[in-house]
């Protein structure tokens, strides 16, 4: 018998989410795994749910059931709370959701035995400062990407170190990533991998229009600070892919690592070589 509380999140309007849903359900309570639905999940299978804040406070550990995406919003909508997160793919591994489906019974196994490894990975926080006051602050797990919003066109955005001028940019936008960003929108960016846990940001130009304009690899000791070189340049931010914030003139971006960090649950013996392997399909061979 386990005494194991999870609260479940899940992609619900993703197709198959109700039969992944169910199928994840059935295992777990072979278990005797304590279950608590956040609400839009318990609708596809028609049990009682708790809006998220509630699940939350009732559970041990949470699952985001889809995709990656699922669990960037997850992180998004826990707004800070520091809870362990499970990711399992309704298909094949992801980068952050390593448990995979349709064999939900090995995930259900893990977690009824503890038989998993916990990784604190660095979520950043994104800020905009207006006139020496903070009017947007969030959390995130991969990124912050600075576009000119609606309108594709080049931004001229200086970037500082601390008090330390790094360079401008002149690109279609600006990726600041985490380690653990750095396979996303950063990678197909031009940006390089990194091993998650390196204690760095990667900012990363998309799509240059300097040829010396490069990737770059900070510490995340250090504040990044972003403004823009011209003075009428309507930027906007997201973060993680999420919602666009619309900057006004004069507005500056700074990205910090948050003094939170996510707990992200992972198979115990998936090593991150192997996430590569299978998402960038390496097989060592030079042909």
């Known amino acids: 018998m386990s005494s194991l509380s999870l609260g479940i999140y899940a992609h619900w309007r993703k197709p198959g989410a109700e039969t992944s849903l169910k199928a994840l359900l059935n295992a777990l309570r072979l278990y005797s795994i304590d279950v608590v639905l956040e609400e839009n999940a318990a609708k596809l299978v028609g049990e009682p749910g708790e809006p998220l804040d509630k699940v939350v406070s009732r559970v041990d550990l949470l699952v985001a059931l889809g995709g990656d995406g699922t669990l960037l919003r997850l992180v998004r909508d826990l707004q ?36 998993y490894r916990v990784d ?32 594709s066109r080049l931004i001229r955005v200086d970037v500082f170190i601390g008090e ?19 396979t996303a929108y950063s990678l197909s960016a031009g940006g390089p991998i990194v091993v998650p846990g390196s204690a760095v940001f990667v900012v990363t130009p998309i799509c240059p229009h300097v040829l010396t304009n490069r990737s770059v690899i900070v510490p995340q000791s250090s504040t990044l600070w972003l403004k823009s070189r011209i003075p009428a340049q309507r930027l906007s931010i997201s973060i993680d892919g999420q919602e666009s914030i619309h900057l006004q003139p004069g507005d500056v971006v700074a990205v910090r690592a948050a003094r939170e960090k996510l707990p992200l649950l992972l198979p115990k013996n998936l090593t991150f070589a192997d996430i590569l392997g299978t998402k960038l399909r390496w097989s060592g061979s030079a042909i």
């Open 120 to 151: 604190e990975r660095t979520l950043l926080q994104g800020s905009i400062e207006r006139k020496g006051k903070t009017i947007f602050s969030h959390l995130g797990l991969n990124d912050l990407v600075v576009t000119r919003g609606e309108r």
């Open 164 to 182: 330390t001028h790094l360079t401008e940019y002149n690109a279609d936008g600006l990726v600041i990533a985490t380690s653990t960003g750095s």
């Open 80 to 115: 800070g709370k520091r809870k362990p997160v499970m990711g399992i793919n309704f298909g094949s591994l992801g980068f952050l959701t390593c448990f995979g489906g349709p064999e939900y019974a090995e995930a259900a196994k893990a977690l009824a035995t503890g038989d």
